[in-house]
């Protein structure tokens, strides 16, 4: 038999067809692997684009294959027939692999694959009888059998190791494609017993065929590159796609630094290398101080804006082997390897000259900073969450002491961070049972020694810690977001108290940083005043310089609004902090508080009679009274009383008093009853 093919054949047409045959059922496959990986729209594109190659590789292979038989007469061909060949070639195998993708069960693909392959042999019989040859062809019917059997054996298998991954699986089916149509043509062809006709008539040219041998090769050749130059297309579009999703899940859309996900994996990383070699490790936490000020005042694009430049400085600072991240809103954190302590301090030097260097937002530099935590592998931890923690432990150190910029773990945090942790999940249950009382300490006329007012105090008594220190609660609930509602508690509890007394004394209340910069702060005194039916004259509220210096622009309006509702103001704390003339000179206050810290050494530091000496002067020439706080002892009062100081309050005058104290003493006569 293999005689017989060979002396009908063109051989080099045979190795077109060939040709044809492998790379087609090659890049079907693959075409097919594409579509079995994806979904949607997009598998059905793909399933598109396998039908076609797949249609052309059966169509193209037959048809060269024909193109190369030389049955001994001359041939003809019809040209409806050939076309309608092809469409079942398309249609056949189309169906076939979308049936193979079915998720129904493992019979599917056996399924398509005998689909497939009747169509096949269909398409290849359709084919022959377009070969029309000028005699009579006699077909043995059990080879033509035969033949179909081998197309639907062959592709049943094809397709079943086509849904299977694996570059294997993969050219397993692309041989067994290769042998439905290879031996779909030598059976047929063998089956088929031509008698020449007694007249032969016109016929094609022995070159034509070869003409169009090499036309079908070329067009079969130019369909599969193209189906695999989309394959690569999608390989390459799918691979930058990749990247870019893995620079988008490893990196802060706003800063462009390495994210939370991308810091866990430099540090996991970071360790082993640390463990492997021996070496140190150090984990900086780094906390922005007042970017909630930025925010609250000039809005939230000022604050990206902020933290974009930020971002930028320390990313220029850096040098090679060190890394910083953005893992929070405000917070970053930064791995370097410490060979030395010089290396570390270097680093945080340039980290923190980074942070403090001033940010232009609206047309003013605001003065920004950081506090920087810093825990130690393997001294400080010995696994990266512990390592954090730590690291966290030391930043919120740092953030608390404005004196420290940077401050390095030790095991004495743990104990304070519990307790920490504590209060604050305490402090929300103490605003709700109303845990918190006011305390009221008597401020004194200096000239007459006469009571002019009180200062409302917060104290909070916790059911099981007894007292806890306002300096440590305060600063829980400025941290935890408590402080607005816990400071609205307070001015709403001092004017419902202070409506009630006789003699009808000024009230003082603090105002704390972030209940000032709300922008409904006036209405919401306002509306105060209005339920207790306090007078606003008999109001004060005091402030530190440190809340309004971030917007002295909006600071100064919000304070006149509220005085024009007849409410006083008073600077707190003068002497600490910035202390700036030029607030003095822009801002109404009413009154001056002199800080503690200069009245303490009056009687014995010269420099702080001195201090005090001018300030008193600054107040009379600016004509705004003065109010010294912290008088202990007469002979600080002696002093205050010569240098023509206005108005005292300290342990000496007397101790903060709950109001039923301040009654029981005759201070006070109140119209309403105290509560039980």
């Known amino acids: 038999m293999i005689n017989k093919l060979l002396s009908v054949h063109d051989l080099w047409l045979v190795l077109m067809a060939s040709l044809v045959c492998a790379n087609g059922s090659w890049a079907s496959i693959s075409l097919f692997d594409r579509a079995t990986r994806t979904n949607g729209t997009r598998q059905a594109a793909w399933q ?3 039908a076609i190659a797949a249609g052309t590789t059966v169509w193209c292979t037959h048809f060269v294959a024909i193109l190369a038989f030389n049955p001994g007469v001359p041939v003809t061909f019809d040209t409806d027939l050939t076309m309608l060949s092809l469409l079942l070639a398309m249609l056949g195998a189309g169906l076939g692999f979308v049936i193979a993708s079915m998720a129904s069960g493992p019979a599917m693909p056996l399924i398509g694959g005998i689909g497939m392959g009747l169509a096949i042999a269909g398409m290849h019989y359709t084919g022959l009888r377009a070969y029309q040859v000028q005699g009579t062809e006699i077909w043995n019917l059990p080879r ?6 081998l197309a639907a054996t062959c592709s049943a298998g094809a397709l079943h190791f086509a ?8 050219l397993i089916a692309s041989l067994l494609v290769g042998g439905a149509l290879i031996g779909l043509h030598v059976l047929s062809i063998d089956a088929l017993r031509i008698v020449p006709a007694a007249a032969p008539g016109g016929a094609m040219k022995p070159g034509t065929f070869q003409a169009l041998a090499v036309a079908v090769t070329m067009g079969a050749i130019g369909v599969f590159g193209t189906a695999l130059a989309c394959n690569l297309i999608d390989d390459s579009t799918r691979a930058e796609s990749y990247d870019k999703i893995l620079k988008m899940a490893l990196n802060d859309s706003l800063t462009n630094l390495p994210n939370r996900a991308s810091f866990t994996q430099a540090l996991e990383r970071a360790l082993q290398k640390a463990e492997l070699t021996g070496g140190r490790l150090a984990l900086a936490t780094i906390d922005l101080d007042r970017f909630k000020e930025i925010n609250d005042v000039w809005g939230h694009p000022a604050g990206d ?12 600072c850096l040098r090679p082997g060190e890394f910083v991240a953005r893992v929070g809103g405000d917070e970053f954190a930064a791995i370097l390897h410490v060979p030395d302590q010089a290396t570390l301090e ?12 001033p940010i232009r937002v609206d047309d003013r530099d605001v003065a920004t900073g950081g506090s920087v935590g810093v825990a130690f592998y393997p001294e400080n931890a010995a696994s990266a969450q512990a390592l954090i923690h730590n690291a966290d432990l030391a930043m919120y150190r740092a953030k608390r002491d404005p004196m420290r910029r940077v401050c390095f773990y030790d095991r004495e945090m743990d104990e304070a961070a519990r307790l920490r942790k504590r209060l604050a999940s305490d402090l929300r249950t103490a605003l709700k049972q109303e845990e918190f009382t006011l305390h009221y300490q008597v401020q004194t006329a200096v000239p007459t020694g006469e009571i002019c007012g009180y200062e409302a105090l917060l104290r909070w008594y916790h059911p099981e810690l007894g007292e806890i220190a306002p300096a440590e609660f305060i600063a829980l609930a400025e941290e935890n977001g408590l402080i607005v509602a816990i400071g609205d508690w307070s001015l709403r509890a001092a004017c419902a108290e202070a409506a009630t007394w006789n003699p009808p004394y000024k009230i003082s209340v603090n105002l704390s940083p972030s209940q000032f910069v709300h922008p409904d702060l006036p209405e919401k005194i306002a509306a105060i005043l209005a339920e207790t039916g306090l007078d606003p004259s008999r109001l004060e509220l005091e402030l530190t310089e440190e809340t309004i210096v971030v917007d002295k622009a909006r600071a100064l309006l919000t304070v006149r609004r509220i005085k024009a509702m007849g409410v006083t103001i008073a600077l707190d704390d003068f002497g600490t902090g910035y202390s700036s003339l030029d607030t003095l000179r822009s801002f109404p206050f009413d009154r001056i508080k002199l800080d503690r810290s200069f009245v303490q050494d009056l009687e014995t530091n010269p420099q702080a009679t001195a201090i005090v000496r001018a300030v008193l002067s600054l107040g009379k020439s600016l004509n705004i009274p003065i109010l010294a706080e912290g008088i202990e002892t007469s002979g600080q009062l002696t002093i205050l009383s010569a240098e023509g100081c206005d108005a005292v309050q300290g342990y000496f005058l007397g101790r903060p008093a709950t109001p039923r104290q301040i009654v029981e003493s005759g201070a006070i006569i109140r119209h309403a009853p105290l509560p039980a």
């Open 48 to 50: 598109v684009l396998t």
């Open 144 to 149: 033509v059998m035969l033949s179909v059997l």
């Open 163 to 170: 849904v299977r991954s694996g570059r294997t699986s993969r």
């Open 305 to 316: 804006d902020a933290l974009r430049l930020i971002a930028e400085r320390m990313r220029a």
């Open 346 to 357: 270097d680093f945080l030097a340039r980290i923190d000259a980074a942070l403090k260097q």
